[in-house]
């Protein structure tokens, strides 16, 4: 019988019948807790080693809507709709739950300090959800959309939209465990209401990674919110990304996939483990039963990125993959299913390009290229399209050995479409020189000068009319960084 590949309104009618998906860390790496489907419903799921594979915990609360695990070991929380919270002292083994307090919003999170846990920003707990001291949350608007916790002790964030604001949604942040809450940074999209919208906290302090699920976009910030980078775009139509969560080692990262349809028949679960900051993945399948679903998905890196040591604060772009010609790519297939033949287009011209599974592709002639990646199982296929994914650039007037310092500025969102915002970080001496911004032949375009700690560049030449897309350099101070231009 040829497999299916599912429309959106029998997904999202599948969905009705399971509680929220969710994945959390654990206090050790490797560890994780999430939630996902068993042979006779749904359940929590322990795994020690990054989701490869996972222990069954427990599969009769199925009134869990959320979880979150501490920083002590074995100890995990859930809540229910009713706003119950549970805790376990047992890893989350069957009958090992106690009910702990109530008034307890879905938005919880833990494992930060041992027998630490918040309910959303409204109130903490440092006895394990015994008792909960309240906050003023001074500042708040809006709806809440998500609410997360820093690794840095009293920082915290709340993702909000607004009645009437269709294109926005809204970063809240606080230093004060929640007291006081200042609108920090405005992400514009295409809608702010529609499918899985996540924060979750990465390794570092002020580390942050950002799912913005209706786009398929995962972006990341190092800077408390205050900037955000673009590291990935999933293909997102067929297989519903339930949740992601930040790891307890550098880079790392975890995609929650979900899938099922025929009331449970088929139902799959998958665990997308990247070290990298989602820029490539390995796909584990802990859980399968039925027929597998079929999800074409990939990303690339640069020849030289890929095999030299990587640091996503370095290297020229992040999700778009740009170098001087002959650029050598290399391309990362984590696609999902049972798949026996892969058919790669680097050009988007209608020709297969390669049938390898990673390949490497050699770009010789400069522009923009869009890559396809089409994925067969015998029964039937799939296929995703990055546009304008790969961009080759000749540099004619720019020193080719230029190697960068340590920045006194730095640029967010890089690429960028619309508007460009330059922070300086020594704004001291900002008025002591001026920003310049030229282009890959060494053509200044822009002059700037800075008259506090950050400036907006639209796009625009000093002539008044709009760049074109591509590479550009921006010089402050005698530092030179570069920047990406996009439609």
Same mark, same amino acid.
């Given at each position: ?44 799921? @322990? ?38 919270? @549970?805790? /376990?002292?047992? @890893? ?17 999170? /833990? ?11 409204? /109130? ?16 708040? %608007?809006? /709806?809440? +959309? ?21 294109? *926005? ?8 465990? %929640? ?34 699920? !209706? ?6 910030? #190092? ?15 067929? !297989? ?50 039925? #027929? ?14 890929? #095999?030299?040591?990587?640091? !996503?604060?370095? !290297? ?13 790519? #290399? ?95 020594? *704004? *001291? ?5 001026? +920003? ?52």
């Amino acid at each position: 019988m040829k497999k299916l590949i599912l429309f959106t309104v029998l997904f999202l009618t599948a969905l009705q019948t399971f509680p929220d998906w969710h994945i959390t860390r654990g206090p050790n790496p490797g560890e994780i807790y999430f939630m996902g489907p068993t042979n006779t419903g749904s359940g929590i799921y @322990y795994s020690t080693d990054y989701g490869m594979t996972a222990q069954c915990m427990d599969s009769t609360i199925w009134q869990a809507m959320r979880i979150t695990a501490d920083k002590t070991p074995g100890v995990v929380y859930y809540v229910t709709m009713v706003e119950a919270l @549970y805790r /376990s002292n047992n @890893y989350g083994l069957q009958n090992s739950w106690q009910y702990v307090n109530n008034n307890v919003n879905l938005e919880i999170n /833990s494992g930060v300090a041992e027998g630490l846990i918040y309910n959303a920003f409204v /109130s903490h707990s440092e006895d394990y959800g015994n008792s909960f001291i309240p906050h003023s949350y001074n500042g708040f %608007f809006g /709806s809440t +959309l998500e609410v997360e916790i820093d690794n840095e002790s009293g920082s915290g964030y709340v993702l909000v939209n607004q009645l009437g604001i269709n294109d *926005s949604i809204f970063l809240l942040k606080s230093v004060d465990n %929640f007291e006081n809450l200042e609108l920090h940074y405005s992400f514009y999209l295409e809608s702010n209401i529609g499918w899985v919208r996540r924060l979750s906290r990465g390794f570092y302090l002020g580390e942050l990674f950002f799912l913005n699920g !209706i786009e398929g976009r995962l972006l990341i910030s #190092q800077d408390y919110g205050a900037s955000w980078i673009e590291t990935n775009k999933y293909n997102y139509s067929d !297989i519903y990304i339930g949740d992601l969560g930040g790891g307890r080692t550098e880079g790392e990262i975890y995609t929650l996939y979900r899938w099922g349809n025929l009331m449970g028949q088929n139902a799959h679960t998958y665990i997308l483990y990247s070290t990298d900051y989602g820029i490539t993945y390995e796909v584990y399948h802990p859980f399968a039963k039925g #027929q597998e679903p079929l999800l074409s998905q990939f990303s690339a890196k640069s020849e030289e990125d890929a #095999q030299g040591s990587f640091d !996503i604060k370095t !290297i020229d772009s992040v999700y778009y993959v740009t170098g001087d010609m002959p650029l050598d790519v #290399q391309f990362y297939n984590y696609s999902i299913g049972d798949i026996n033949n892969y058919e790669w287009d680097f050009n988007s011209d209608g020709v297969v390009d390669s049938y390898e599974i990673n390949p490497v592709h050699t770009y010789t002639d400069t522009g923009w290229y869009s890559i396809n990646l089409t994925i067969y199982d015998g029964l039937d296929t799939n296929s995703f399209l990055k546009e304008n994914y790969v961009y080759v650039y000749e540099i004619t007037g720019i020193d080719k050995m230029l190697k960068l310092e340590e920045p006194v500025f730095s640029c967010s969102p890089n690429p960028f479409s619309d508007k460009l915002r330059i922070t300086i970080n020594n *704004s *001291s001496e900002s008025n002591l020189d001026q +920003l310049i911004i030229f282009d890959i032949e060494g053509k200044i375009v822009k002059h700037i000068f800075p008259e506090g700690n950050y400036v907006i560049w639209d796009g625009f030449h000093n002539t008044g009319n709009r760049c074109t897309p591509g590479i550009y350099f921006l010089k402050f101070m005698n530092h030179i960084e570069k920047i990406l231009l996009i439609n």
